[in-house]
């Protein structure tokens, strides 16, 4: 069981190393990068990779462990029980499975994703170690323990908003996906658009990484911006002209709305129009 990437994801030569020791070790695979770098579709494409049922847990900022393990719903029980149903002599009723118990019980070895664990408490972490390292948890309320057969494949990502406890990190095998350099990003682009005008995609790919490079950008696009705004470029049917002779004193590119995305962005862009157009 060796994942290679897929037809629809590119994964360089280290993202298949990490992914296949993560496999090997069956220790949760810690992937972090720049948001848009394909950490949440990884897991998807592991999944598809080895024909595994993928279950997802996307974390908020409110989301607490135990969510992952189960609920006891005690307002419900009490409520029924003042209203004589017969539901209530059954406990396991008012309990709610959480994504580690379905990983957990799974007849088929699933992916787990831990998706954008950095956005949780603090302490959410640490309040996982016990169950990913034993692999099993129990449910105080039923006397039960409910314990993985196999050990999933456990795909964890972070945009680095928060820095995860050292704890945590031992029992992770981590791999940071890097920014893809020009060759990786062609072999993404003709993976998404089979047959596009090489000089388009060139020419779109220069302006993409001239606006990554520019001091003071609050946040740079991403993969998944390019690709929606070569998308745009199509549907739009834009000239090649408007890329290839692209005025300098007109400094934001054609449909910028699909690369920059706050006020900020677009604001440093009219001020290097304005300088542009001074100097000039």
Known sequence: MRFEGTSNYVATDDLKVAVNAAVL????????????????????????????????????????????????????????????????HDINNYIRKGKLWEAFTSPELPV?????????????????????????????????????????????????????????????FFHFIKFPDRDTMQAIIDV????????????????????????????????SELLDWLKLLLNEDMPLDVLQNRDPTKAIPPLHGALLKNEQDVMLFERLAFMARRNG
């Open 25 to 88: 070790l069956r220790r949760p695979l810690l992937v972090k990068g720049e948001p848009g770098t394909g950490k949440t579709v990884l897991a998807h494409e592991i999944a598809k990779a080895i024909d595994a049922p993928l279950i997802e847990w996307h974390i908020k900022s409110t989301t607490k462990a135990h969510q992952g393990l189960y609920e006891y719903d005690a307002v419900a029980r009490l409520r029924d029980g003042q209203l004589g149903d017969e539901r209530v």
């Open 112 to 172: 787990l994703l831990i998706d954008e664990i950095d956005k949780a408490d603090i302490e959410f972490p640490n309040d996982l170690l016990q169950e990913l390292d034993r692999m099993s948890f129990d449910v105080y309320e039923t006397g039960e323990t409910v314990a993985a057969k196999e050990r999933p494949v456990v795909v964890i990502t972070s945009n680095n908003e928060k820095e995860l406890p050292d704890a945590f990190l031992r029992r992770c």
């Open 192 to 223: 998404h658009f089979p047959g596009i005008q090489k000089t388009l995609v060139t020419k779109a790919m220069e302006i993409f990484y001239e606006v990554r490079e520019v001091p003071g950008l609050k946040k740079k696009p991403s993969t």
